[in-house]
Nanobody, 121 residues
Framework: VQLQASGGGFVRAGGSLRLSCTISGTIFSPNVMYWHRQAPGKQREMVGRIVSGGSTSGLSTDYGDSVQGRFTISWDNAKNTMYLQMNGLKPEDTADYYC???????????WGQGTQVTVSS
């Protein structure tokens, strides 16, 4: 399983970006897919996650307090891609953003490479 993150860039405060995490390989349900971020000199922070409980349970999302109401995670099953829509960006959102998948059936965890987001004031 490989995760490919993309979509980072430079944006002014108040702007928007959409990050993508494309998954190649098979991920079983149930699973949890995460977006994390890490700013220079700071600890890694969970931005949000999308939980797949299986075919009858659907998907659920939750977010870190610092991004609640501004960021949205979604999943496109046809493209095997997780998205992070980031609106109302602030300079404090500047960080490297990483996607992660935790396969709860096999207990395997997979990480993508970071994609850098820089928000200017």
């Amino acid at each position: 399983v490989q995760l490919q993150a993309s979509g980072g860039g430079f944006v002014r405060a108040g702007g928007s970006l959409r990050l993508s995490c494309t998954i190649s390989g098979t991920i079983f349900s149930p699973n949890v897919m995460y977006w994390h971020r890490q700013a220079p000199g700071k600890q890694r922070e969970m931005v949000g996650r999308i939980v797949s409980g299986g075919s009858t349970s659907g998907l659920s999302t939750d977010y870190g307090d610092s991004v609640q109401g501004r960021f949205t995670i979604s999943w496109d099953n046809a493209k095997n891609t997780m998205y992070l829509q980031m609106n109302g960006l602030k300079p404090e959102d500047t960080a490297d953003y990483y996607c992660q998948v935790h396969d709860l059936r096999t207990l395997s965890q997979y990480w993508g490479q970071g994609t850098q987001v820089t928000v200017s004031s």
